[in-house]
């Protein structure tokens, strides 16, 4: 079980948190109470400072659209169902990958902009679950999906997209093992889908 450890540097509770700092809204399980009160293990720098400096705007966290959950945990192990790109609005990238797009497609640059979408969300999940990026030690697999045309052959360059935001919010740390997989389609036509595991401090 992890320790009960306080972060260093709390941040002022929100109005609509406990006497704790944490929202008033039923965990998960207990595992991730305390793991909002863990401290940073990073040596680069603390996550959500980084985010912070880089200017990042996180979209709204989704809400589970179906039978399944959006978040588990299991021991120091996150597992996130796949995330879509969405916007700073809410609204999501669409259209399909193709490396000459036609009408309602996107080039391998749209691609990598929904990637990046992509990670935002994912980040944006993990702060609403976790309360802090802080007690993420490291990125561990990332399955990226890229709905795209039969001749498109730019999948790695796509989920540069997402992978190059992790490693700029999480160090060397967020650099995972990938896979990049072109598929024929995606619901609502988005041009990608990711899942992700993270590994928690303990």
Do not use: W
């Not at 902009?113 to 969300?121: D, G, I, Q, V």
């Not at 980040?123 to 697999?141: A, D, F, H």
């Not at 795209?148 to 160090?171: A, I, P, Q, R």
């Amino acid at each position: 079980m992890f320790g009960l450890l306080k972060h260093l540097g709390d941040a002022v509770a929100p109005a609509d948190s406990n006497d704790e700092g944490y929202p008033n809204e039923d965990p998960v399980d207990q595992t991730l109470i305390e793991l909002r009160r863990l401290p940073c293990l990073h040596t680069e720098g603390f996550p959500d400072c980084r985010l912070e400096a880089l200017n990042l705007v996180l979209p709204p966290p989704p809400e589970a659209a179906g039978t399944y959950r959006s978040f588990v945990v299991i021991g120091d192990m996150c597992f996130l169902s796949g995330q879509l790109p969405f916007k700073e609005d809410g609204t999501l990238h669409k259209g399909k990958v193709s490396s000459s797009p036609q009408e309602n497609e996107v080039d391998e640059e749209g691609g990598s902009a929904a990637a990046r979408a992509a990670a935002l969300t994912t980040l944006s999940l993990l702060k609403k679950e976790l309360g802090t990026l802080n007690c993420v030690s490291r990125v561990v697999k990332v399955n990226g999906f890229i709905n795209c045309s039969s001749d498109f052959e730019g999948h790695s360059k796509v989920m540069n997209g997402y992978t190059e935001l992790l490693v700029d919010v999480f160090g060397d740390a967020g650099k995972p093992a990938r896979s990049a997989i072109g598929v024929s389609s995606l619901p609502f036509n988005i041009p990608v889908e990711v899942e992700a595991i993270f590994q928690l401090s303990k």
